[in-house]
T-cell receptor
Framework: TQLLEQSPQFLSIQEGENLTVYCNSS?????LQWYRQEPGEGPVLLVTVVTGGEVKKLKRLTFQFGDARKDSSLHITAAQPGDTGLYLC??????????????FGQGTILTVHP | DTGVSQNPRHKITKRGQNVTFRCDPI?????LYWYRQTLGQGPEFLTYFQNEAQLEKSRLLSDRFSAERPKGSFSTLEIQRTEQGDSAMYLC???????????FGQGTRLTVV
């Protein structure tokens, strides 16, 4: 079974603080995606990374893909209350017959207090 | 709106009843996925279609669950003889073959009482 470990599970911070969420696996990803989800809604795609060592920025969010394509991180600078939500990493594992299905981490529930 | 559409958004049913959910993917997307998500957890893969062919089913998909995509467009997910443990958010996603990005619908929240 290919597992994707996401940490931390919970983050409660004050507005203006920085934070990092991690996503790790013992298997290699062919691609990895980060989603943000609000209560009662479906996940919304934030970014896709496919190349080892890749760094992508989306305003105050910085996404990194590990050189070996086994890990990724999401860094938020100067968090705002509007960043509150469930952050999910999801990967497609290289090889096998997964037909492109996404395997999700457990998610990180982020709460940013004003 | 040209995104993934799921109906109904909410469903409350009594234990033992059958329920059916519908997913309309983005029109040019030939891959369609069903996931189940419980509160505060990441989505769990249930099944996957490429066009009308169901290519993979999770062990989570018991014999009470069946999914179809008869014309390679919309899909339905039916749960027979619902149990309280079936209460969850059921999510549908679609993508294009060879493209790594999958887009999700808003989900159907099922509550079994």
């Amino acid at each position: 079974t290919q597992l994707l470990e996401q940490s931390p599970q919970f983050l409660s911070i004050q507005e203006g603080e920085n934070l990092t969420v991690y996503c790790n696996s013992s298997s290699v990803f062919s691609s990895l995606q980060w989603y943000r989800q609000e209560p009662g809604e479906g996940p919304v795609l934030l970014v896709t990374v496919v190349t080892g060592g890749e760094v992508k920025k989306l305003k105050r969010l910085t996404f990194q893909f590990g050189d070996a394509r086994k890990d990724s991180s999401l860094h938020i600078t100067a968090a705002q209350p509007g960043d509150t939500g469930l952050y999910l990493c999801a990967g497609r594992f290289a090889g096998g017959t997964s037909y492109g299905k996404l395997t999700f981490g457990q998610g990180t529930i982020l709460t940013v207090h004003p | 709106d040209t995104g993934v559409s799921q109906n109904p958004r909410h469903k409350i049913t009594k234990r033992g009843q059958n329920v059916t959910f519908r997913c309309d993917p983005i029109s040019e997307h030939n891959r369609l996925y069903w996931y189940r998500q419980t509160l505060g957890q990441g989505p769990e893969f249930l099944t996957y279609f490429q066009n009308e062919a169901q290519l993979e089913k999770s062990r989570l998909l018991s014999d009470r669950f069946s999914a179809e995509r008869p014309k390679g467009s919309f899909s339905t997910l039916e749960i027979q003889r619902t149990e309280q443990g079936d209460s969850a958010m059921y999510l549908c996603a679609s993508s294009v073959s060879g493209n790594t990005e999958a887009f999700f619908g808003q989900g159907t929240r099922l509550t079994v009482v």
